[in-house]
């Protein structure tokens, strides 16, 4: 497991930390950022998190114990990658003109929206991995490890 300190990170922030070799992004997203995983859901292969992705207790709309912050393994699922952010709304070089906000694998255009959801006729098959984790105070989470020890 590694420990990661968000107290630095601002809103519409991320910072990476590496966990089994692996990079993982921890965002902290803004109110209009969470906004845009509601208006968007229509557009994404697996909006609701069915496949296997992520601990039960991430299964939910913004993949993640705390709303704000995303904790996600920033690999893509199609051959494994580096997605780049592309957090700018609007347009954006190489993105959808209403993008709202995400993350792009350059090398074959995999689009992520801000919960690691991929779009829908993307070559990446399912969402981005979220590691199991878990929160230790409001600014510590412990990456690797959750509140009933699997890692």
Known sequence: ???????GLSPGEMMTVEWRGKPVWILRRTSDM????????????DPASEEPQQPDYTANRHRSINPE????????THLGCSPSEKFAEGTVEGMPADWPG?????????????AGRVYLSQPAPTNLEIPPH???????VLIGEDDQGSA
């Open 102 to 114: 995400g993350f792009l694998c350059p090398c074959h255009g995999s689009i992520f929206d801000l």
């Open 1 to 7: 497991p590694v420990e990661a300190d968000v107290s």
């Open 134 to 140: 878990k929160w230790l105070s409001a600014s510590q």
């Open 69 to 76: 912050y995303l904790v996600v393994i920033g690999i893509c």
């Open 34 to 45: 969470l906004e845009t995983l509601e208006t968007n859901e229509q557009k994404l292969a």
